[in-house]
T-cell receptor, first 117, second 112 residues
């Protein structure tokens, strides 16, 4: 099976712009979670989507949003970019939802490196 | 809130030797799951091993094993016969309450 794919791998934006990142889960996986990784804050959970519905959300401002399509592919959007949004954004997929009591292992993609200038 | 602490920012091991990475967590849950993930310089996060809290037996995956001490809320990772390819950032993660929480990571260096 192909792994989790994320596009683009690298992105450079300026403050105030918005950005959309894409994640394609492993075939058959219905849950997609997003994480932000920075040197200062480490890995932080953004949100999880399952069956096109947001199931869980971490402690991030409303500028961070996402959606999931019927084929389980997910997009994450960040509006009004700030310098502090520069990070590696990882998505992970699993067969079942985390919130449904699913304890399936999450499989991570290679990440999108976002740089905000 | 759950917290995961990895007290060793960096560790070093000689090739072929054994190293143990520490992880402690704070929780009021009785049922949860613990993971160790590896992130090599290429940045792809890879699952190393997972442990269900209700299982007393420590998980083992080839050269990787854990020492799970539920009462002490400790979950250490032992890597035996270390190889150069083991060099990476290692993250301990805790799952419960609908969220996966990560520790700050331990950078493992392997000396030839």
């Amino acid at each position: 099976k192909a792994g989790v794919t994320q596009t683009p791998r690298y992105l450079i934006k300026t403050r105030g712009q918005q950005v959309t990142l894409s994640c394609s889960p492993i075939s058959g996986h219905r849950s997609v979670s997003w994480y932000q990784q920075t040197p200062g804050q480490g890995l932080q959970f953004l949100f999880e989507y399952f069956s096109e519905t947001q199931r869980n959300k971490g402690n991030f401002p409303g500028r961070f949003s996402g959606r999931q399509f019927s084929n389980s592919r997910s997009e994450m959007n960040v509006s009004t970019l700030e310098l502090g949004d520069s990070a590696l954004y990882l998505c992970a997929s699993s067969p079942q939802s985390l919130s449904g009591g699913g304890t399936d292992t999450q499989y991570f993609g290679p990440g999108t490196r976002l740089t905000v200038l | 809130a759950q917290t995961v602490t990895q007290s060793q920012p960096e560790m070093s091991v000689q090739e072929a030797e054994t190293v143990t990475l520490s992880c402690t967590y704070d929780t009021s849950e009785s049922d949860y799951y613990l993971f160790w993930y590896k992130q090599p310089p290429s940045r792809q996060m890879i699952l190393v091993i997972r442990q269900e809290a209700y299982k007393q037996q420590n998980a083992t995956e080839n050269r990787f094993s854990v020492n799970f001490q539920k009462a002490a809320k400790s979950f250490s990772l032992k890597i035996s016969d270390s190889q150069l390819g083991d060099a990476a950032m290692y993250f301990c993660a805790y799952y419960a309450g609908n969220m996966l929480t990560f520790g700050g990571g331990t950078r493992l260096m392997v000396k030839p």
